[in-house]
């Protein structure tokens, strides 16, 4: 089996860019991806295309999804106050 892929609950590999981007999306500022260009130093374009491959590797279609896929997998904290701001979220 190659590295990111395997069974749905696998956790996929994202590259460092691409975990920033899943990280600032999912935090408790969440910016708009208009405001990620500025907050990341690169083109929109370049955000897209990342956000692209999150979808594609997290099996989503929507930034909801990649959010609610994040923080079941663990991959960026459940920022909500029930799940102790920090915690990812329950099973």
């Known amino acids: 089996m190659k590295a990111g892929q395997g069974s749905a609950s696998a956790v996929p590999v994202l590259t460092a860019q691409e975990r920033r981007v899943c990280r600032l ?4 500022d969440e910016p708009g991806v208009k405001e990620l260009p500025a ?3 690169i ?3 370049t955000v897209r295309t990342h956000l692209e491959k999150l979808y594609r590797k997290l099996k989503v279609r929507t ?3 990649l959010v609610r896929e994040a923080i079941a997998r663990g991959l960026v904290p459940c920022p909500c106050a029930r799940c102790g701001g920090g915690s990812p979220a329950p099973g």
Not at 25 to 28: N, Q, T, V
């Open 63 to 65: 930034r909801v999804g």
């Open 39 to 41: 907050v990341l130093g």
């Open 43 to 45: 083109s929109e374009r």
């Open 25 to 28: 999306l999912c935090g408790p």
